[in-house]
């Protein structure tokens, strides 16, 4: 990871980017309606990490961006550089009513291989490493327990540490505007979407 005080310098003007969702025709700007909640996942790229949460149910919005790194509203090449600390991310507006942040958390660590560090399969750098962005407490505490109970799985079937990063979520800048639902604009585009095979056990209740 690059330091603080080497990363690029960036730039106060903001991505612009139309808002509206291509698939479900619905605002992916913030702020949202406060009956909604929203999280930020991470694992690799953000092409076909996107597609696979605007398919689940509940899911109302979509958007993909930079997130967890240094630079101010940076560029895809930019970030592309490893001189950011960003990496790609989704974000994810979904009802609680109609699904769950525990079933979001399911598809998260089956659709990648979250042991591999900075890399995704073929993709290599630290904007492709695995990472949890949280926007509450409950969400923080739900996410490290789905990822210990993830790794007790892993090891049963002889898998390596997990890598994921949890942190509460800070700044995320909206990605530009051909990256928005780039699959749906695209469907032969590039996916490097691929989970460990290994499945999330049921979590206890605490």
């Not at 790229?45 to 899911?59: I, P, S, T, Y």
């Amino acid at each position: 990871m690059v330091k603080p005080e080497e990363a690029l310098v960036g730039r106060e003007e903001q991505m612009m980017v139309s808002g509206e969702h291509f698939v479900h025709h619905t605002s992916y700007l913030r702020p949202f309606d406060k009956s909604m909640e929203v999280v930020y996942f991470g694992l690799g790229c953000f092409w076909g990490a996107e597609r696979l949460f605007w398919q689940q149910h509940g899911v109302v919005a979509t958007a993909v961006g930079y997130a967890g790194g240094y630079t101010p509203n940076p560029t895809y090449e930019e970030v592309c550089t490893g001189h950011t600390g960003h990496a790609e991310v989704v974000l994810v507006v979904f009802d609680p009513v109609s699904t769950s942040y525990e079933r979001l958390l399911k598809v998260f660590f089956e659709s990648h291989d979250p042991t591999q560090g900075m890399r995704q399969g073929g993709d290599i750098g630290t904007q492709y490493r695995s990472l949890l962005l949280t926007t509450n407490p409950y969400q923080h505490r739900i996410a490290e327990r789905a990822l210990e109970n993830y790794q007790q799985a892993l090891i049963q079937g002889g898998q390596s540490m997990i890598t994921t990063e949890i942190l509460p979520a800070d700044e995320f800048y909206y990605a530009e505007e051909y990256h928005q639902q780039y699959l749906a604009k695209n469907p032969e585009g590039y996916c490097g979407i691929g989970g460990t095979g290994i499945c999330m056990p049921p979590m206890l209740q605490s």
